[in-house]
C-alpha cells in the first residue's frame, strides 16, 4: 500500500490446538501520509526602514491534516533575530517584525516557516527584505582649513551612500548661535557641494541673514549649533537624526591640509 490515506490492517489466527477451531482477529489502524506540509511566507514592505519598521508585518501559512510542529525563524548573516515553535496549524498569520528589527542596518534579513507532520514529512519555505533601520547622523565636522585660494569646511555624515538633494539650497545647512538661538548663518548654495557617494559636503562660502557672502572663516573661534535639513537621506530614505550638532570651530591660523577624515 503506496497511496495516502487511512487503513484498517486486520489480521486472523485459528487455534487448532483446542479443536474448536476459534478464530482471533487483531486490528490496527494505519494511516499513510505522503503529502508534505502546505507552507506559504511572505512580508511587506519589502525595503524596511526606520519610519517604515512599524509597520513591518510577515504572514505565514503551515497547514497539514496531520500537523505535528512548524518553526518560524527571522534571521540575518549574523544572528537568529527571532523563533518560535508552533504546535498548532496557522493559516494567513501574521508577526510584526519592528521588535526584531531595531538596529539592523544594510543588510538582508530572512523570514522562513518550516512544518512537519506526524509522518515526518518536512516542507520550508522562505522570503527575504532589506532591512535598514538606522538614521544617519551628522557624525563629524572639520575645518576651516585652506584648500588653494578658499577655506573649506567639511560636514561628514555616519553613512555614504546617501541620497542627495537635487539642488542645496540655503536652508539646508545652517549655524545658529548658542546664546539666543538666532540663525548666524546659512550655506551659500553656489559655495558648497555634496558628495553623496561620500556623504560629505564640503562648504567654502556662507550667507548672512541678511544676504551677505562671507567666508566660512567666519566661523572661525566660535561655538555654533550646526543643523541639515531632512533632505539629507541614506539610500533607503532614513532622513538624519541627532540635530543639531554642537561644535566649536577652531580659531586661526589654518591648517594647508584637511584634516583626516573622521
Known amino acids: 500500500i503506496s497511496a495516502s490515506g487511512q487503513y484498517v490492517i486486520t ?19 494505519v494511516v499513510i501520509d505522503n503529502a508534505t506540509p502546505t507552507v ?14 512599524s509597520t513591518a508585518i510577515a504572514t505565514y501559512t503551515a497547514t497539514d491534516t496531520n500537523f505535528a510542529t512548524a518553526v518560524l525563524k527571522v534571521y540575518d548573516s549574523a544572528a537568529t533575530l527571532y523563533s518560535t515553535t508552533l504546535t498548532s496549524p496557522a493559516s494567513g498569520a501574521t508577526l510584526a517584525l519592528s521588535s526584531y528589527l531595531a538596529g539592523v542596518n544594510g543588510t538582508t534579513v530572512t523570514v522562513e516557516i518550516s512544518a512537519t507532520d506526524k509522518a515526518l514529512n518536512n516542507n520550508s519555505t522562505s522570503t527575504t527584505v532589506y532591512v535598514d533601520t538606522v538614521r544617519p547622523t551628522l557624525d563629524h565636522i572639520n575645518g576651516p582649513y585652506k584648500s588653494g585660494s578658499d577655506y573649506m569646511v567639511d560636514l561628514w555624515f555616519s553613512e555614504g551612500n546617501m541620497s542627495a538633494p537635487s539642488a542645496l539650497s540655503a536652508n539646508d545647512i545652517y549655524f545658529k548661535f548658542t546664546t539666543n538661538n538666532a540663525t548666524a548663518y546659512t550655506v551659500d548654495p553656489a559655495s558648497a557641494t555634496f558628495d553623496p557617494a561620500g556623504g560629505t559636503v564640503h562648504i567654502w562660502g556662507l550667507l548672512t541673514p541678511a544676504g551677505s557672502k562671507v567666508s566660512v572663516t567666519a566661523l572661525g573661534g566660535g561655538t555654533y549649533r ?14 538624519v537624526t541627532g540635530l543639531p550638532v554642537l561644535h566649536t570651530f577652531p580659531a586661526p591660523p589654518y591648517t594647508i591640509t584637511p584634516p583626516v577624515d573622521k
Request: glycine letters at 4%.
Open 11 to 29: 489480521i486472523t489466527a485459528t487455534n487448532p490446538i483446542n479443536g474448536k477451531g476459534e478464530t482471533f482477529l487483531a486490528t490496527e489502524n
Open 40 to 53: 506559504s511566507v511572505t512580508a511587506t514592505p519589502s525595503t524596511v526602514t526606520f519610519e517604515s519598521s
Open 226 to 239: 550646526v543643523y541639515v535639513s531632512n533632505r539629507f537621506k541614506d539610500h533607503v530614505e532614513n532622513t
